[in-house]
């Protein structure tokens, strides 16, 4: 891998963000332990491994770090929390310049194979073969907000619940920090009643599409923009067909991918600034 790539992957202005959520590395007192690595060379291997959906063995050596050493950063920092700090101070970055539209989210899943491990069942739409199921809410532009992972078999409906309490407090241009969007979007798959009158009590209004009554012309006026979000996450190529043995590590790597996909949103509204 080439210098230009790695700043491609990370740039200074991304690992700004990024260095700051990073656990601080402390010497034993009694000696001995793991030397401290590069952070931002294994940072840029994770990277790799996402954009790239290769395997960590598959590393390239021009990076400057180990495959072994970039599993094992990777692992800590998902044990440590760091994708959904990453993610948050995202959606702070973007809410504070006012590039979150809260006017209303956008709810959604769609599945992906899966070869093993917790979080998988069998799929409905793809001739029972194992899979897993990934969930988003994403602001009025796709910007994810919250995601998820389940098993494929999951009805969407039961990840309703989950994200919209995920959604985090996050900085307003002006004012409190806001976390309440003024309404929600979804499909069929969630027309449920209960999940109606729950929403409606959390102070959001519902857009929930009903099962014959609204045609899908209709409500294809909004739910193109989750799709392209979709579609924006599984262009990550370790997200396309999950080899995640731990959950924890798809869900990982979702994250981050959501992190990444609002990142973009800001370089590109400090180019066109």
């Not at 700090?85 to 959604?108: F, I, T």
């Not at 979804?186 to 959001?204: F, P, S």
Request: with cysteine; aromatic share 6%; glycine share 8%.
């Amino acid at each position: 891998m080439t210098d230009a790539l790695s700043r491609r992957l990370v740039p200074d202005e991304l690992w700004a963000l990024v260095e700051p959520l990073l656990p601080k590395f402390s010497v034993r007192r009694q000696g001995g332990g793991t030397a401290p690595t590069d952070e931002r060379a294994v940072f840029t291997a994770v990277v790799y491994v996402l954009t790239s959906g290769c395997a960590w063995r598959m590393l390239p050596s021009s990076l400057g770090v180990t495959a072994p050493t970039a599993h094992r950063g990777f692992t800590a920092w998902t044990e440590a929390g760091l994708w959904r700090q990453l993610q948050m101070a995202v959606l702070d970055e973007l809410g504070s310049q006012g590039l979150l539209d809260w006017s209303r989210v956008v709810v959604d899943g769609a599945s992906v194979r899966a070869k093993r491990g917790p979080m998988t069942g069998p799929n409905p739409v793809d001739r029972g073969r194992s899979g897993s199921k990934i969930h988003v809410l994403s602001d009025r532009h796709g910007i994810p907000i919250t995601v998820a992972v389940s098993a494929a078999n999951t009805p969407d409906a039961d990840a309703l619940g989950p994200l919209v309490r995920a959604i985090p407090a996050v900085r307003s241009r002006r004012g409190p920090r806001r976390r309440s969007p003024g309404k929600l979007h979804a499909d069929k798959a969630y027309d449920h009643h209960e999940l109606r009158r729950w929403v409606a009590e959390c102070g959001i209004g519902v857009r929930i599409a009903r099962k014959s009554v609204e045609s899908s012309e209709r409500l294809g006026r909004h739910r193109w923009m989750i799709e392209r979000t979709m579609s924006w996450l599984t262009g990550y190529h370790r997200l396309s067909i999950r080899d995640d043995r731990k959950d924890t590590h798809f869900c990982a790597f979702l994250t981050l991918a959501g992190a990444l996909t609002g990142y973009k949103k800001l370089t590109k509204a400090r180019s066109t600034a």
